[in-house]
């Protein structure tokens, strides 16, 4: 499997705050998607970069945004954070026909 | 829409055991990739099997088999000899293919299947 990392593991942010997380891969692969996993539910579609540029995006607000950089490590940036924001955030790096994730990164807004 | 339902919100199977957790979804589209993904207490979403939609031939993965019925959009994952590690919250996904590119993966809400010694 592709090693993917995220960082941090844990978080803990008040509300109203700002937050960035990040994904980076060994495998260099340029398709990055970012999933929000409330606790008890599955992963919902946050957005996805390709070759640096977003090329789809879920049902979240604009102050949810990412970048992808030149080594397709990725970031996602949360602005004014609310209590729903609490979740486990999970990148999926894509190889044709398969996504690996990384272990996640728990946010917690109080 | 695309959407995946796992009618199943929890199993439980004795070690040794065969299990078979229910997935259908929906989608216009032909050509896509399904898969199961286990998330064990460690939250680490983990590839267990997949299956491209234009293979009838159904895979397995070792102890790990899957049952796809595309006209009936069904997608079904069997455990034979059930093992206390298997123990995880199980997801059913697909994901559509572009010719090259992907979408995004479509998640149901997964089923939490125990183990039991």
């Known amino acids: 499997e592709t090693g993917v990392t995220q960082s941090p593991t844990h978080l803990i942010k008040t509300r109203g705050q700002q937050v960035t997380l990040r994904c980076s891969s060994q495998?260099?692969?340029?398709?990055v998607s970012w999933y929000q996993q409330a606790l008890g539910q599955g992963p919902q579609f946050i957005f996805q970069?390709?070759?640096?540029?977003?090329?789809g995006r879920g049902n979240f607000p604009p102050r949810f945004s990412g970048l992808q950089f030149p080594n397709y490590s990725s970031e996602l940036n949360v602005n004014a954070l609310e209590l729903d924001d609490s979740a486990l955030y999970l990148c999926?790096?894509?190889?044709?026909?398969?996504?690996?994730f990384g272990q996640g990164t728990r946010l917690t807004v109080v | 829409a695309q959407t995946v339902t796992q009618s199943q919100p929890e199993m439980s199977v004795q070690e040794a055991e065969t299990v078979t957790l229910s997935c259908t979804y929906d989608?216009?589209?032909?050509?896509?990739?399904l898969f199961w993904y286990k998330q064990p207490p460690s939250r680490q979403m983990i590839l267990v099997i997949r299956q491209e939609a234009y293979k009838q031939q159904n895979a397995t993965e070792n102890r790990f088999s899957v049952n796809f019925q595309k006209a009936a959009k069904s997608f079904s994952l069997k455990i034979s000899d059930s093992q206390l590690g298997d123990t995880a919250m199980y997801f059913c996904?697909?994901?559509?293919?572009?010719?090259?590119?992907?979408?995004?993966?479509?998640f149901g809400k997964g089923t939490k299947l125990s183990v039991k010694p």
């Open positions: 495998s260099g692969h340029n398709t």
């Open positions: 999926a790096i894509h190889a044709t026909g398969r996504a690996f």
């Open positions: 970069y390709y070759r640096e540029e977003e090329n």
């Open positions: 989608t216009s589209e032909s050509n896509y990739y």
């Open positions: 996904a697909f994901i559509l293919n572009y010719g090259g590119s992907q979408g995004n993966l479509i």
